[in-house]
């Protein structure tokens, strides 16, 4: 067993107990920890966090300590989809309004770190089969306005609000900064139900959206599911997604930092 404390003789024969060399040094090096700033990220929509504990846990563990994140954000309420304007609403969910978010976002001081499931895939190439999910149809509703028709998270009006909120907010998605082409492999966040007409149809709208001036510090974004039978996936329809930044080039400076 390790000695923290060592007696020790001041003002005559009185003794008083002082930290160890190797306890000044695990208290500095928890010190060091606390100031550092964060590097490694991961966000997951578990779906039901009860259920991933229960049945998923161990595997999900396993995977946090390979990848050891200094944050984890996991959900199990999503942002709901915006859908079509004429569809029925549910009065408790959240409003679809982007305006407050991009004023907030201009009015921030410090780089912005935004990660979650958004509900929303930009492009086309964020979605697995394009022409499926333009045609979808919720119920069988068709909305009068065609900006609104097709799955919920890929009309072409949520698509354009989110284009928008990026562009205002000088924002970057980070997943895509680095991804150029489509990865029919590992491309995507949401997988649709193995069963039926969405079998292999996915889409990626979990995000880490980042500020311009994280640019150069974006070392890995990586989504961390693959495949239509859901490998990495830990019971869920999301996968975990990971984002890492580089350490400062200048630790004095304050230029990007969080």
Same mark, same amino acid.
């Given at each position: 067993?390790?000695?923290?404390? &060592?007696?020790?003789?001041? +003002?005559?024969?009185?003794?008083?107990?002082?930290?160890?060399?190797?306890?000044?040094?695990?208290?500095?090096?928890?010190?060091? &920890?606390?100031?550092?700033?964060?590097?490694?990220?991961?966000?997951?929509?578990?779906?039901?966090?009860?259920?991933?504990?229960?049945?998923?846990?161990?595997?999900?563990?396993?995977?946090?300590?390979?990848? +050891?994140?200094?944050?984890?954000?996991?959900?199990?309420?999503?942002?709901?989809?915006?859908?079509?304007?004429?569809?029925?609403?549910?009065?408790?969910?959240?409003?679809? +309004?982007?305006?407050?978010?991009?004023?907030?976002?201009? #009015?921030?001081?410090?780089?912005?770190?935004?990660?979650?499931?958004?509900?929303?895939?930009?492009?086309?190439?964020?979605?697995?089969?394009?022409?499926?999910?333009?045609?979808?149809?919720?119920?069988?509703?068709?909305?009068?306005?065609?900006?609104?028709?097709?799955?919920?998270?890929?009309?072409?009006?949520?698509?354009?609000?989110?284009?928008?909120?990026?562009?205002?907010?000088?924002?970057?998605?980070?997943?895509?900064?680095?991804?150029?082409?489509?990865?029919?492999? #590992?491309?995507?966040?949401?997988?649709?139900?193995?069963?039926?007409?969405?079998?292999? &149809?996915?889409?990626?709208?979990?995000?880490?959206?980042?500020?311009?001036?994280? &640019?150069?510090?974006?070392?890995?974004?990586?989504?961390?599911?693959?495949?239509?039978?859901?490998?990495?996936?830990?019971?869920?329809?999301?996968?975990?997604?990971?984002?890492?930044?580089?350490?400062?080039?200048?630790?004095?400076?304050?230029?990007?930092?969080?």
């Amino acid at each position: 067993m390790k000695r923290f404390f &060592k007696p020790i003789e001041k +003002d005559g024969s009185a003794k008083k107990p002082a930290l160890s060399p190797a306890k000044k040094e695990t208290e500095n090096e928890e010190e060091n &920890k606390k100031k550092r700033e964060p590097l490694k990220f991961l966000t997951w929509n578990a779906n039901s966090l009860l259920l991933r504990v229960k049945n998923n846990w161990p595997d999900f563990s396993n995977f946090v300590t390979t990848f +050891d994140p200094d944050v984890i954000a996991i959900q199990e309420v999503r942002m709901p989809a915006a859908g079509s304007k004429g569809a029925p609403k549910n009065p408790g969910e959240l409003k679809d +309004d982007t305006g407050p978010s991009r004023e907030e976002k201009r #009015c921030s001081e410090k780089p912005l770190i935004w990660c979650g499931d958004l509900n929303v895939s930009h492009e086309e190439i964020d979605v697995s089969h394009p022409d499926f999910f333009s045609a979808a149809k919720l119920n069988g509703y068709i909305p009068p306005n065609k900006e609104d028709c097709g799955q919920p998270g890929f009309t072409l009006s949520e698509r354009k609000r989110f284009g928008a909120l990026l562009k205002e907010g000088r924002l970057l998605d980070a997943y895509r900064f680095l991804h150029k082409e489509k990865d029919m492999d #590992c491309g995507f966040s949401w997988s649709g139900n193995p069963i039926g007409k969405y079998r292999g &149809k996915r889409m990626r709208i979990d995000y880490f959206v980042v500020s311009e001036e994280l &640019k150069d510090r974006i070392a890995e974004c990586e989504m961390r599911g693959r495949g239509i039978e859901l490998e990495g996936f830990y019971g869920s329809d999301h996968c975990p997604v990971s984002f890492e930044l580089s350490p400062q080039a200048t630790p004095d400076s304050n230029q990007g930092s969080l």
